[in-house]
């Protein structure tokens, strides 16, 4: 599975945004959560239950070195496309951002567990910046 790390951003139409009061209290919170979005999975790692989501959850972090790990608060999945079955999805991992990624921690880790099957990766900061700023 490939894996990427942005911030949470939802679009919403220019005229969404001045009449719709979920499209403004959305776009109040882009900036509350990183994002990890694991793609090419098979939809039998989709959990079946709210127990499933909970469990997996709790064993989906993002992490720097000398920093607590941030737990995933809500995973969300692809929807299935429209027409035939949908073998891969992919998944959007939501981390509030209640701790702060510099380009001095070098690189952020993520990790989760799908059953068995362990997924890890390591983000190198210093190639997200952009104009002198860490772009997370």
């Known amino acids: 599975p490939r894996s990427t790390l942005f911030p949470y951003t939802t679009l919403f139409r220019s005229t969404d945004a001045?009449?719709?009061?979920?499209?403004?209290?959305?776009?109040q919170?882009?900036?509350?959560?990183?994002?990890?979005?694991?793609s090419g999975l098979p939809t039998a790692?989709?959990?079946?239950?709210?127990?499933?989501?909970?469990?997996?959850?709790?064993?989906?972090?993002?992490?720097?070195?000398?920093?607590?790990?941030?737990?995933?608060?809500?995973?969300?999945?692809?929807?299935?496309p429209k027409g035939a079955p949908a073998r891969i999805t992919g998944a959007h991992f939501l981390f509030p951002r209640k701790i702060a990624f510099s380009a001095d921690d070098k690189e952020v880790e993520f990790s989760t567990k799908f059953g068995k099957?362990?997924?890890r990766t390591k983000f190198p900061l210093k190639a997200m910046v952009v104009n002198g700023k860490l772009a997370l």
């Open 117 to 119: 099957n362990a997924v």
């Open 18 to 27: 001045a009449t719709n009061p979920d499209a403004q209290k959305r776009l």
């Open 45 to 80: 790692t989709r959990p079946r239950d709210d127990e499933g989501k909970s469990a997996l959850l709790k064993v989906t972090t993002l992490s720097a070195k000398d920093k607590d790990a941030i737990v995933a608060s809500d995973v969300i999945f692809d929807p299935p």
């Open 29 to 38: 919170q882009d900036d509350m959560f990183y994002v990890i979005w694991v």
